[in-house]
């Protein structure tokens, strides 16, 4: 079985002293999830998630190696998928250039309403880990 490595985050701004998550939707399905991608050659999952954030969104951010969660599924096309989301915080002011080839739509929504949004149940319960992490001192 060949296995795909990817790598992204839980980005994050404070808004009203509250978490808001930034989400993507991609632009060949409904898919809502985090900013993330394949690692591609001798990158580190932080090099990964770095790269992967900055193309999709034109964000330059620090990652957090101190959190993170690891999702691993199968794939419909018999692949399986080995992912680590970390978070990163950016400032509330930021401006966002979505990669239009990749993402047809983005936003930034508070815990709920992104658990809401997020099309996948691992998702949700990266966003679960992340959220319990950063709102229990970490903001």
Do not use: C
Not at 34 to 44: A, L, R, S
Not at 76 to 100: E, M, P
Request: proline share 3%.
């Amino acid at each position: 079985m060949i296995t795909e490595n990817a790598s992204g985050a839980v980005v994050y701004q404070i808004k009203n002293g509250q978490p808001q998550y930034l989400l993507l939707k991609s632009a060949t399905s409904d898919f809502w999830g985090f900013p993330k991608g394949h690692v591609e050659g001798t990158e580190t999952n932080l090099e990964t998630a770095h790269r992967e954030i900055q193309e999709e969104t034109q964000l330059d951010v620090t990652v957090d190696p101190e959190f993170n969660v690891v999702l691993d599924y199968d794939m419909k096309n018999g692949h399986h998928k080995h992912v680590v989301l970390y978070t990163a915080k950016v400032a509330d002011d930021v401006t966002i250039t979505r990669q239009k080839v990749e993402i047809s739509d983005f936003g930034w929504f508070p815990y709920s309403e992104a658990r809401a949004t997020l099309s996948y149940a691992n998702l949700q319960g990266a966003l679960d880990k992340a959220h319990a992490y950063l709102t229990a001192g970490a903001l």
